[in-house]
């Protein structure tokens, strides 16, 4: 199972809403991340989780909060998010010893009100 | 931090002709990473380059490193409507996991 699922597809959230996203992958890997990406721009690298536990914060917004409660598992909450925050967000995992290799979920297309 | 860019941004090509991108960092990487997002779709992961002067070839892909490492190229031979995406190089950007994404050239294929 080389898949990384992410629910929901599609969320619209107003500014005084508390939302999480899940990911979940059965690949085995210990390193999980989350990227944020805008239209037309790349992946912007937001949080590293290796081992279950939060190894880079790439400067996040306290509002974004990660959270990995198993190895499975990459959670994202969100709260009083702003309209500049609508973007598609990405899980991805790796192998710890490749983790230039990583393979991405479909995302959630989220769109703050 | 690191910043890794991609040339050309946008690039129109018949169905059947050759495609390069091309990514250029201004400084020395350990490694870099080639992705393609189909549109609508998420990044796949297409291959890792590690050495120097490394070319490695996937069917109709070509991949190349520069010699000092702070280049490297995606040249599509016969492009297909199947090409269309944008695609990404990826770095390391000064620290373990840590992973910068290039500017993206976007490929459309003319039928």
């Known amino acids: 199972d080389t898949e990384v699922t992410q629910t929901p597809k599609h969320l619209v959230m107003g500014m005084t809403n508390k939302k999480s996203l899940k990911c979940e992958q059965h690949?085995?890997?210990?390193?999980m991340y989350w990227y944020k990406q805008k239209a037309k721009k790349p992946p912007e690298l937001m949080f590293v989780?290796?081992?279950?536990?939060?190894?880079i914060n790439e400067s996040v917004p306290s509002r974004f909060s990660p959270e990995c409660p198993n190895s499975s598992l990459l959670n994202l909450h969100l709260h009083a998010l702003q309209p500049e925050d609508s973007a598609l967000y990405l899980c991805?995992?790796?192998?710890?010893?490749?983790?230039?290799?990583?393979?991405f979920g479909p995302g959630t297309r989220l769109t703050v009100t | 931090g690191q910043q890794v860019m991609q040339i050309p941004q946008y690039q129109h090509v018949q169905e059947g002709e050759d495609f390069t991108t091309y990514c250029n960092s201004s400084?020395?990487?350990?490694?870099i990473q080639w992705y393609k997002q189909r549109p609508g779709g998420h990044p796949v992961f297409l291959i890792q380059?590690?050495?120097?002067?490394e070319v490695k070839k996937q069917k109709r892909l070509t991949f190349q490193f520069g010699e000092a490492k702070k280049n490297s190229s995606l040249h599509i031979t016969a492009t297909q409507t199947t090409d269309v995406g944008t695609y990404f190089c990826?770095?390391?950007?000064?620290?373990?996991?840590?992973?910068?994404f290039g500017t993206g050239t976007k490929l459309q294929v003319i039928p």
């Open positions: 991805a995992s790796s192998q710890e010893s490749r983790v230039y290799e990583q393979y």
């Open positions: 690949m085995g890997h210990r390193a």
């Open positions: 989780y290796s081992y279950e536990k939060l190894s």
């Open positions: 400084t020395t990487l350990s490694n």
């Open positions: 380059l590690v050495k120097s002067g």
């Open positions: 990826a770095a390391d950007s000064g620290g373990y996991q840590k992973v910068t």
